[in-house]
């Protein structure tokens, strides 16, 4: 007989009636642009819509709700450095638990600022999560504190499988769930919960090229991560011991997405849906954006997990979008240094209908001929192909020019 598994659909119905009336139901749409772009039918659970910004709100209320009297007096301690930590700090400020929050000493201002401010004692200890997790250990025992695990805990991950619900209710003709993939919990109650309502549903899981952790254990091998990705919410090394028995079981597949497609995703939901995804919520639309032929004509079920991406991150990306669409480029002129010939580039451009966003002279840092200039020079066009017009307009008045997008 196989070992029994860590969590059952009716531990989601009863997390379900735990957190109702404090955790809110998020809306589920359909997207029909998206469709359009994709070739699949599309439809999104929108995680973000929680007050702290992501379905991290549904774990730890069921958590908390299974808390006995004592527990909550002797207050609670997690390790995060992101939603996890809000979500905590907030619900736990509001139930009036104490809370602790240990965050690696790297966490941005604003993520500890925020999760301060709800009310949690903030602790800043270690480089990593791992010895930030150490530290908050060391603290529970001292402290006699509950450690309020990100994913490895029934009752988290029975919490988090309350979307699947939700999702199923209101588009219950879904194929495909997509998924991402960190720790594990989320995936673990979404298909606990979605392969008992409709047992022959697919559910994908979604990784990064940078951080596919759970694919790795579950093959057997040891994987290399690296420490940059825009999906830093599921930037996990190490997948939880309970949650990959579940994924093991219950998870039909496990989709690993290039950086690029993350960052297509979290455009294309911006400019379409006019929503702020952050990129781990994103990965599950790039799985479907990496993988059209496969998804063409599935009823595709996207958790878009959580929007708390930083704004600066946010802003590259959407310009490292819009240059890859060739809506922003980057040329390199080489002109005459004599009075007029900026003058005259800017023209044909404007002549062309480019929008100059930015010029930088270069003469003293050019290997080019002394009374040469070199212009770099931003500019703004509808397509790749009105970018491809002001190329050639500049070319036709005997201008060399040099492209240097790096898309």
Same mark, same amino acid.
């Given at each position: ?85 809000? &979500?905590? !700090?907030?619900? /736990?400020? +509001?139930?009036? @638990?104490?809370?602790?929050? $240990?965050?690696?000493?790297?966490? %941005? ?81 979404? &298909?606990? !919960?979605?392969? /008992?309502? +409709?047992?022959? @549903?697919?559910?994908?899981? $979604?990784?990064?090229?940078?951080? %596919? ?86 009823? /595709? ?107």
């Amino acid at each position: 007989m196989p070992d029994a598994l860590p969590i059952s659909y009716q531990d989601v119905l009863n997390a379900r009636e735990n957190i109702k009336g404090v955790v809110k139901e998020t809306p589920a749409i359909p997207s029909e642009t998206l469709s359009k772009v994709t070739g699949a039918d599309i439809y999104l659970k929108c995680e973000f819509f929680h007050f702290t910004g992501s379905f991290k709100e549904r774990g730890a209320v069921n958590r908390f709700f299974c808390l006995t009297d004592e527990e909550k007096k002797r207050g609670v301690i997690a390790a995060s450095a992101g939603n996890h930590a809000q &979500a905590v !700090a907030y619900h /736990a400020g +509001k139930l009036g @638990i104490p809370a602790t929050i $240990v965050m690696p000493v790297g966490t %941005p201002f604003n993520k500890v600022k925020k999760t301060e401010e709800f009310g949690a004692n903030i602790v800043l200890e270690g480089e990593t999560l791992a010895e930030a997790t150490d530290a908050a250990n060391v603290i529970r025992d001292r402290e006699d504190q509950i450690f309020i695990h990100p994913y490895d805990d029934p009752l988290i991950m029975a919490g988090q499988g309350t979307a699947a619900i939700e999702f199923l209710e209101t588009f219950p003709d879904l194929d495909c769930l997509l998924v991402p993939i960190g720790g594990g919990g989320l995936i673990s109650g979404i &298909a606990t !919960a979605a392969k /008992a309502i +409709k047992p022959n @549903i697919k559910v994908y899981g $979604v990784q990064t090229e940078s951080y %596919p952790a759970m694919k790795a254990v579950l093959e057997g091998r040891e994987v290399e991560t690296v420490f940059q990705t825009i999906a830093e919410g599921i930037a996990v090394k190490k997948p939880g011991l309970l949650t990959r028995k579940v994924v093991k079981a219950l998870v039909d597949e496990i989709i690993i997405v290039p950086e690029s497609a993350i960052e297509k995703a979290v455009n294309l939901l911006m400019e379409v849906e006019k929503v702020v995804v952050e990129g781990a919520g994103a990965v599950p639309l790039a799985a479907i954006l990496d993988n059209q032929e496969r998804f063409a004509g599935r009823k /595709a079920g996207l958790v878009l997990a959580g929007g708390n991406i930083d704004s600066r991150i946010l802003a590259s990306c959407l310009m490292r979008g819009l240059a890859r669409d060739g809506r922003i480029s980057r040329f390199k002129v080489t002109t005459l240094d004599q009075p007029g010939g900026l003058a005259k580039v800017i023209n044909i451009i404007a002549r062309e209908r480019g929008s100059v966003v930015d010029v930088v002279h270069q003469r003293s840092f050019s290997p080019i001929a002394l009374k040469y200039t070199e212009l770099d020079i931003v500019v703004e066009t509808k397509d790749r192909q009105h970018m491809e017009r002001v190329i050639k307009a500049l070319e036709a008045e005997g201008f060399e020019v040099q492209q240097l997008n790096p898309f």
